[in-house]
């Protein structure tokens, strides 16, 4: 599952990446960097999940 999240946002970066570079529209930039802040969330929130699960059942 993780996998998955990891390629479908690498893709929409790359998209969004690409369209800003062919229409230079900067709402496309901006989307780009709530989707890096997201992600970086999103991380974050499944590190820490991953460490409570190795804490508790151990």
Known sequence: MIRLTFVLLVITAMVLLGLYLLFDDKKYLQYFKKLLR????LAMVAAVLLVLRRIFYV
């Open 38 to 41: 997201f992600s970086l969330y």
